[in-house]
């Protein structure tokens, strides 16, 4: 490691957590219906989709409201890959999707996972692109952030019946903060050099160097490049996604992006801390949110500055560390930084590729996920995730000392508790359940490009990044069979809905409860102890779940690799 290297990722640390207290600010203002620029183009979208504003949702209605909506998008978007060769902007003539195919791909962008089991350049055409998956980046985005607000209203008031309107949400969700800072970072992007061009363009001719040529996709690359990385989404316009010059052309680019990725996410529960009128709550979360990733930037940094054991050992230099598979461009630095923002979120972007990281480095992007995608997370799931650790957190410390537990003056009792615990096996039940199955059956096996520990990290990080909704992937598994087209669909959706309904229903149970004041026996949850409790709870859960199935995956890669053997 270097000096300089640790200064990029102090530089990374100190943007983000600086934007997110302004961020945080400026959600809350959404949420409490604060921010008024666009009011008459807010209420004509109300007027002509016959929504009344003023109707306060239930926990019940919020979620069903959720759902519908996701299962219309669902369809339309299916419908768009499947009849995608009869429809506009497609100069390549691409033919539609198989249904398999179109099945996971809607599947995952509705679910704000964006796992893409297909080459973007060869089998997606641009209108698709542009009409269909770009649209999805902003409806799953504002889905998941609404979801968040809907859980905090349920701490700041006493016996409340309502979580807000979920119309309401999502329309100022998109119209205030997702549209126009993808405006904005999409025209810096333009500016670096990605394109932004008519989707009825079909390619540029590259000519090379040794007298050849190449034709690369084209059109609206900048754009969709700003909300894949604003709303946590990763789906990229090419197949190399942010590693492609037209997606992240430059390092301040990278730089960009990283800040992109995060800045919600660390938001979110500064937000939280304005709405329920303490500030100090909502640093608490943020601080745990940050450590967890920071030390997971680190190790990864380390992991991968530390070079090959292999070269070491037949006497090659090992000062530039693992460069396998990153851009000359950023370097290790930039590149493990950005791997593990993306992991850390439920972005599931690359710029490098994990599949060519030392097996320790590559532990860490699979483990950020395990752990619930609460570093921060994903737009709105992360917050919601580590609520529920919160409450998992203060049930302990309960325990510990005979009191019933409480979170910000809301008892927590045996149901919210079960609910809690029925989302976490939920996931659990899918990641570990899926990756094993796969690999009993031969179109499982033989999706794999490696075999051995290797191979196991390959299909745990392909049903962990889909159930946690991340969509990224080692880049050493053929994703489109009809095992894992249905199955990982499958647990994308499970992984969103079966997760989100739970804590709804959580968020609705502790609204309608008395808001007590704090008494000398209460358990502060504000302070560095509490940070300490629930970094311990995350990652002990995550343990106890995941570290066997990690263990006999990239940890035995890791020491088999220091015995000399690869796979």
Request: charged residues 10%; neutral net charge.
């Amino acid at each position: 490691m270097t000096i300089q290297g640790l200064l990029y990722i102090a530089l990374v640390f100190a943007l983000v957590l600086g934007s997110a207290f302004p961020m945080g600010r400026y959600l809350a203002a959404i949420f409490e219906g604060r921010v008024k620029y666009f009011s008459a183009l807010e209420n004509g979208f109300y007027k002509l989709a016959g929504v009344d504003p003023n109707r306060a949702m239930r926990w019940q209605d919020y979620a069903v409201t959720l759902l519908l909506l996701s299962v219309i998008h669902f369809l339309l978007l299916y419908a768009i890959l499947r009849l995608q060769f009869y429809l506009p902007y497609n100069p390549q003539g691409i033919a539609g999707m198989s249904p398999r195919l179109a099945f996971n791909t809607a599947a995952s962008f509705t679910t704000n996972t964006n796992w893409q089991a297909y080459v973007p350049e060869a089998q997606i055409s641009n209108g698709a692109q542009m009409l269909g998956l770009a649209v999805h980046m902003f409806i799953s985005a504002a889905a998941g952030i609404a979801a968040a607000a809907a859980v905090m209203r349920a701490f700041t008031g006493s016996g409340l019946k309502s979580l807000g309107n979920f119309y309401v949400d999502l329309t100022r969700i998109s119209l205030y903060l997702l549209i126009p800072v993808t405006i904005i970072a999409g025209a810096l992007l333009v500016i670096a050099g990605s394109p932004q061009l008519f989707p009825n363009v079909p390619f540029a001719t590259a000519h090379t160097l040794d007298a050849g040529s190449q034709t690369i996709a084209m059109g609206p690359v900048a754009f969709q490049e700003a909300i894949k990385e604003f709303g946590t989404n990763g789906g990229g316009w090419y197949n190399a996604n942010s590693a492609h010059p037209f997606e992240n052309p430059n390092a301040w680019t990278n730089l960009l992006e990283n800040w992109l990725d995060l800045v919600i996410g660390f938001g979110l529960p500064i937000a939280f801390g304005f709405m329920i009128k303490d500030k100090k709550q909502g640093r608490a979360l943020m601080y745990a949110m940050a450590i967890i990733l920071a030390l997971g930037c680190v190790g990864t940094y380390a992991a991968e500055a530390a070079g090959n054991p292999l070269h070491i050992a037949a006497g090659l230099s090992a000062s530039d560390g693992n460069m396998e598979g990153k851009e000359v461009r950023f370097g290790i630095p930039a590149s493990t930084t950005f791997n593990v923002a993306a992991t850390g979120t439920s972005t599931g972007a690359v710029d490098s590729f994990t599949d060519s990281y030392m097996p320790l480095a590559g532990s860490i992007p699979i483990f950020l996920m395990q752990l619930g995608e609460v570093t921060p997370g994903g737009v709105g799931s992360g917050f919601y995730t580590i609520i529920v650790f919160a409450l998992l957190s203060v049930f302990v410390a309960g325990l510990m000392v005979g009191r019933t537990p409480e979170y910000l003056g809301k008892k927590v009792q045996a149901k919210e508790i079960k609910l809690a615990m029925l989302g976490v096996l939920i996931l659990t039940v899918f990641i570990l359940a899926g990756a094993g199955f796969s690999l009993m059956t031969a179109s499982g096996v033989g999706s794999l490009a490696n075999g051995g520990p290797h191979g196991l990290s390959e299909m745990l990080y392909a049903w962990t990044s889909a159930t946690e909704n991340n969509g990224s992937a080692m880049a050493g598994l053929s994703a489109d069979t009809p095992l894992l087209d249905f199955g990982l669909g499958s647990a994308m959706l499970f992984g969103r809905f079966a997760f989100m309904i739970p804590i709804l229903a959580i968020a609705g149970s502790l609204a309608a409860k008395p808001k007590l004041p704090a008494s000398a026996g209460t358990f502060p949850t504000d302070g560095p102890l509490f940070i300490g409790l629930l970094i311990g709870v995350i990652i002990i859960l995550g343990g106890l779940q995941y570290l066997p199935a990690d263990t006999l995956g990239p940890l035995a890669d890791h020491f088999l690799l220091y015995s000399g053997k690869t796979f």
